[in-house]
């Protein structure tokens, strides 16, 4: 038998290679980035923003800069984690079970099309611009642990969040009917 094919417990995958390339670092350097101006205009420039809105578009800029920033939040934790894997601090595998409480999932714009593009200029951009780094994220991610499978208790505990977050939204549609129209 070919050598080469033996000992397949040594072979590196693409995606861990990649992942431990200059483009993981440029990758990690740009999310952390997206995190910090996306930090300082909700802070700043989007808080004074937000105010000038009318009450249906105050809710849609609530309800996208909620969203934002739990979709940063996720990548940066993926970020931070892959790269202590990077740097030796832990192993593949000990990464592989810390990245489930990660909970990375795919999330679009929290608001319809309509209401998204009456949200300040700057909000929306941030929101794409996350939106094409999560793609990305979720890329290498799928890349680097292809091998593994969601189990029937992730995808129970995963769905009763989605259901959590859901429910919160239709109690801030209660608290201000009319603003959806």
Request: charged content about 25%; overall charge neutral.
């Amino acid at each position: 038998m070919n050598s080469m094919f033996e000992d397949k417990a040594n072979t590196v995958s693409f995606g861990q290679k990649l992942a431990a390339s200059e483009a993981f670092r440029a990758l990690f350097k740009e999310g952390m980035s997206l995190v910090e101006e996306t930090a300082a205009y909700l802070d700043g420039p989007g808080r004074a923003a937000s105010k000038a809105l009318s009450r249906a578009d105050s809710l849609a800029y609530s309800s996208e800069s909620m969203r934002l920033t739990t979709r940063l939040m996720q990548l940066a934790s993926w970020l931070l984690l892959q790269r202590a894997v990077n740097e030796g601090e832990m192993t593949l595998a000990q990464a592989s079970k810390e990245k489930h409480k990660v909970r990375l999932s795919r999330q679009d714009i929290a608001t319809n099309r309509e209401a998204f593009e009456r949200l300040p200029a700057e909000l929306r951009e941030l929101t794409l611009q996350s939106l094409r780094l999560q793609e990305r994220i979720l890329h290498l991610d799928q890349l680097i642990y292809s091998g593994e499978q969601e189990s029937p208790a992730q995808a129970t505990t995963r769905t009763v969040h989605d259901q959590s977050v859901a429910a919160q939204f239709e109690r801030l549609r209660a608290a201000f009917p009319g603003a959806s129209d």
